[in-house]
C-alpha cells in the first residue's frame, strides 16, 4: 500500500504540469479534466498517511491568534493546521474543493463520526448523478476513516479513499486527508473547536 | 592666458566631478549590467553551476533587480565575496549591492555606513537534533551533549539561551561543522548548534538525513538581506521596494503563473503593482512594469523560496518565520502606493 501511494503520489506530480496546461486550453475542458470521480468503492487502509514532502504531516513554526486546539485552513496552500501552544502548529496537507467549490469562513466542528456514512447532497447528485444515494461507512467510501462536520454547512473535514489526491483542488467543497492522517486530526480535533477557513487573495 | 587656464582647469574638474556625482542607478544603466556580490559559495543562497552559471536565493534577488532596471535578468556581473572582503568591496565601489546572506545589524549600518534594504531571509541559530529522543522544542534539550563551533558568537548564544531557561548542557566545541557532522553520527553529541541556513545543508551530509530533525526554535536574531552603500538613497529604495515587491507579490497572489492574469486585473493594488496605474517606476526611474519584470524573472518571494532553499529544493528548509505574515510568519513589506 504504501508503494502505491508514492507511486501514485509520483504520477500525479508528474500529471500536474499537464493538468496546468489543460486549464489553460479551455475552462470547460478543465472541468472535464478536473473532475475526477469519487470512485465510491475504491479501498484504502487506515494506515495510509502522506509520508514526505510538503503534504506529510508535521511541525511548523506557525505564528497565530488562535487559541490552541483551533483548525486553520488555507485552501490555496492546501493545507491545514492544528494550532499548538509556543507559535507551533501541526501542518497536515489536504485536498480542497476545485475552482468554484472554495469557500472561507468560520465555523466550528458539530459533530464528529468515525467510518461514516455517506449521503451525497442533493446539489452534488445533480451535478454528477452517477453517485450513489447512500454509502454505508467502510474502507471504499469516499468520505474515509473520519468525518469532522462543519458548523450547519453541507462540508466537512474527511478521509478518502484517494490519499493520491492530497494536494489538489478537486473536491466539492469538503477538505480531505489521507485516512491515517484524518484519524490522527481525529484524535486531537475537539467538539466545537474553532475552524478558520481561508484562501489567498484574488486577483 | 590665465583665465583660459582656469577655464580649462574648470572644465576639467566638471568633467571629471560628474561621474562622481552620478548615482549608482546611472553608473549600472551606463555600465549595462549590475554588479551584484555574493557568497563564494553557500547551498541553495549562492552556488557556481559547473557550466559557470550562478544559483541561489541570494543570486535570484539581483537577477530580479537587474529584470526590474534593464528587463533582462540576465544582466549581472557575479562577484564572489569572503566573509572578510565583502563590505570592504561595496564600500569601494566594485560592487553595486551585497547580496551575500549577510546579517543587518547596528554596527553595520551606523559604524560601517551602509544601509540594508530589508529582510529577505530571517534566519537564527538553531538545533539539529537526531531524532532518537522525540523533542519537538529547544525547551527540551536540558542535559544534553552540543556541538558548537569554536570561537562564534554561536558559542555565547547558546550559553545565554540555556542560563536564561535554567537548563545545562555539556559543550563539544569542535573546528568546524564537518567535524560537528562526525562526533554527532559518533555519538559524541547529541545536538549541533548552528545558524538554521547552514544547519539545512549540513543535516544533507549525515549518513541518514532523515535521522535527525532541525528544531523550529530560533535563539538569536540573523536577519539577512541585501546591503548597499548609504550616500545613495534613491539607490537604496529601488533595491529596497524590489525586496517588497517580491513580497508584496506573493501577499497580493501575483506569481510567475497568474502574472499573465493580474495583467488584466481591475483591483486597485494589483493594478499599481503592474503598472497599470499609479506610475510608480517613474519615481524610482525605471519603467512602470519594473515590479511584474522581477517577479517574471524569478517569482514571487515564495516561488523564489520554495525553489531555492525550500519543499522543492535539496535542502528543505520550512517557510517558519519566512512566511507571509498572514500566514504564520513574519513577513511584512510595506504597501505600494
Known sequence: ?203 | MLSFTRIALAGFVLTTALPALAGTLDEVKQRGTLSCGVSNGLGGFSERASDGKWNGFDVDFCRALAAAIFNDPNKVTFTPLSATDRFDALKNKSIDVLSRNSSWTFEREAGQGLLFAGTTYYDGQGFLVLRKPQVTSALELNDTSICVQEGTTTRLNLADFFKANSMTYREVAVASPAEAIKALEAGRCDVFTADQSALYGEKLNLAKPDAAVILPDVVSKEPLGPAVRGDDTAWFNLVKWTVFALINAEDLGIGTDTLDEAMKSTKPDVRRFTGAEGGFGALLRLDNDWAVRAVRAVGHYGEMFERNIGSRSRLGVPRGLNQLWSNGGILYAPPLR
Open chain 1, 1 to 203: 500500500m504504501k508503494t502505491t501511494a508514492a507511486s501514485a503520489l509520483l504520477l500525479v506530480g508528474l500529471l500536474s504540469p499537464s493538468l496546468v496546461h489543460a486549464q489553460a486550453a479551455s475552462a470547460a475542458a478543465q472541468r472535464e479534466t478536473m473532475d475526477i470521480g469519487d470512485e465510491p468503492g475504491r479501498i484504502s487502509t487506515e494506515e495510509a498517511t502522506i509520508k514526505s514532502g510538503p503534504f506529510a504531516r508535521q511541525l511548523v513554526f506557525f505564528r497565530s491568534n488562535e487559541p490552541p486546539g483551533t483548525l486553520v485552513i488555507h485552501t490555496s496552500e492546501k493545507f491545514l493546521y492544528l494550532v499548538m501552544p509556543n507559535n507551533r502548529a501541526l501542518r497536515y496537507g489536504i485536498g480542497v474543493g476545485r475552482e468554484g467549490f472554495t469557500w472561507s469562513g468560520l465555523v466550528k466542528i458539530t459533530r464528529k463520526a468515525e467510518w461514516p456514512d455517506w449521503t451525497p447532497p442533493p446539489e452534488m447528485i445533480a451535478r454528477q448523478p452517477y453517485l450513489p444515494r447512500f454509502m454505508a461507512g467502510g474502507p471504499g467510501n469516499p468520505m474515509g476513516a473520519r468525518a469532522m462536520y462543519l458548523g450547519s454547512t453541507v462540508y466537512r473535514i474527511h478521509g478518502t479513499n484517494q490519499p493520491e489526491t492530497i494536494g489538489q483542488s478537486i473536491s466539492s467543497g469538503c477538505f480531505r486527508l489521507a485516512n491515517g492522517d484524518v484519524i490522527d486530526l481525529y484524535s486531537r480535533a475537539a467538539m466545537g473547536a474553532k475552524v478558520v477557513i481561508r484562501h489567498s487573495a484574488q486577483l
